[in-house]
């Protein structure tokens, strides 16, 4: 089992950066991957970012060059640092954790860019 807290969305003006953190407790030890999926109104939930254990990233190609995945080993924490946003950035951004073969979720943020 694993336990996500995501924090740091809000409203931010296009062109601004936001950074989300996503502290994981638990089996910590067991992951294999963490990231992060967003889901607008009326869309289906896609693939942001992640990053597995062996610090190999992955990116939607929306945000490549505009979003950078890192995470804090000592801390069990994983970030997004989101720059240059674009009002189709908005969204709630759910962090996950993949163990083995299952997914464990945190509660959402919601991430609004509009000026």
Same mark, same amino acid.
């Given at each position: 089992?694993?336990?996500?807290?995501?924090?740091?969305?809000?409203?931010?003006?296009?062109? @601004?950066?936001?950074?989300?953190? #996503?502290a994981?407790?638990?089996? $910590?030890?067991? $992951? =294999?991957?963490m990231? &992060?999926?967003?889901?607008?109104?009326?869309?289906?939930?896609?693939?942001?970012?992640? $990053?597995?254990?062996?610090?190999r990233? =992955?990116? *939607?190609?929306?945000?490549?060059?505009?979003?950078?995945?890192?995470?804090? =080993? *000592?801390?069990?924490?994983?970030?997004?640092?989101? =720059?240059?946003?674009?009002?189709?950035?908005?969204?709630?951004?759910? #962090?996950?954790?993949?163990l083995?073969?299952?997914?464990? &979720?945190?509660? @959402?943020?919601?991430?609004?860019?509009?000026?």
């Amino acid at each position: 089992q694993v336990q996500l807290v995501e924090s740091g969305g809000g409203l931010v003006q296009p062109g @601004g950066s936001l950074r989300l953190s #996503c502290a994981a407790s638990g089996s $910590i030890f067991s $992951i =294999n991957a963490m990231g &992060w999926y967003r889901q607008a109104p009326g869309k289906q939930r896609e693939l942001v970012a992640g $990053i597995t254990s062996g610090g190999r990233t =992955n990116y *939607a190609d929306s945000v490549k060059g505009r979003f950078t995945i890192s995470r804090d =080993n *000592a801390k069990n924490t994983v970030y997004l640092q989101m =720059n240059k946003l674009k009002p189709e950035d908005t969204a709630v951004y759910y #962090c996950y954790a993949l163990l083995q073969h299952t997914y464990y &979720w945190g509660q @959402g943020t919601q991430v609004t860019v509009s000026s």
